[in-house]
């Protein structure tokens, strides 16, 4: 149980374009879902926080009008870049959490997007 | 900041015990600690939770202190598919009211043959 998707896993695409990378919990609802980035041989950075329904929470120095989220439902929140950059290129994860439980649930991640930019 | 520490990098041989400690001095007294494992090109996967003495489940155990300032993973008899970065992380909350993790360097364990 507890699975969350994303997709999709790779995508190159041209410097100028807008990426959207989409987060599902499979079989679980999630009222808070996460947004991270990692570079190569670095650890996960925490760029904002979702909360289904209202507007997403971005950590300093991340800018909101880049990193687009969206997250509509229980079940999915977006990741829009825009306007991606070759800066933009790196490993970005979500995660979920579960509603029901409390605080102690853990968080549940993705496999990840790989996102290349020409 | 992350609020833990861990030491950079451990080698182990297959076969053996591998044990991983984790400083968070400033833990709440609410804060759980939980323990992730990441391979390459993939998201962290859960390996154990814990808030204080000692969880065991099929892959893991956890030892807490009383004073939960610290804490250790233990691997039993690791092979060498247990090559990772092990991450141990005590969450905190954010200024949306909303419990998060921040990620610390982690731990690269290498299992050697």
């Known amino acids: 149980g507890a699975v969350v998707s994303q997709h999709p896993s790779w995508v190159i695409c041209k410097s100028g374009t807008s990426v959207k990378i989409e987060c599902r919990s499979l079989?679980?609802?999630?009222?808070?879902m996460f947004w991270y980035r990692q570079f190569p041989k670095q650890s996960l950075m925490l760029m904002a926080t979702?909360?289904?329904?209202?507007?997403?929470?971005?950590e300093q120095g991340v800018e909101k009008d880049k990193f687009l989220i969206n997250h509509a439902s229980l079940t999915l929140s977006t990741l829009t870049v825009t306007s991606a950059h070759p800066e933009d290129s790196s490993f970005y994860i979500c995660?979920?959490?579960?509603?029901?439980?409390?605080?102690?649930?853990?968080?549940?991640f993705g496999d990840g997007t790989r996102l290349s930019i020409l | 900041l992350a609020k833990t520490t861990q030491p950079i990098s451990m080698d182990s041989y297959e076969g053996q015990e591998v044990n991983i400690t984790c400083s968070h001095n400033?833990?709440?007294?609410?804060?759980?600690i939980t323990w992730y494992q990441q391979f390459p090109s993939q998201g962290p996967r859960f390996i154990i939770q814990?808030?204080?003495t000692k969880v065991t489940n099929e892959v893991a155990s956890l030892f807490i202190p009383a004073d939960r300032k610290s804490s250790t993973l233990s691997l039993p008899r690791v092979s060498l598919s247990d090559t990772a970065v092990y991450y141990c992380?005590?969450?905190?909350?954010?200024?949306?009211?909303?419990?998060?993790?921040?990620f610390g360097t982690g731990t690269r364990l290498k299992v050697l043959a």
């Open positions: 995660s979920a959490r579960e509603v029901s439980g409390g605080l102690n649930q853990p968080q549940h």
């Open positions: 079989d679980f609802q999630a009222t808070t």
């Open positions: 979702s909360n289904e329904g209202s507007k997403a929470t971005y």
């Open positions: 400033n833990i709440a007294t609410n804060d759980y």
């Open positions: 814990g808030y204080k």
């Open positions: 992380l005590v969450g905190e909350w954010g200024g949306s009211g909303t419990y998060k993790y921040i």
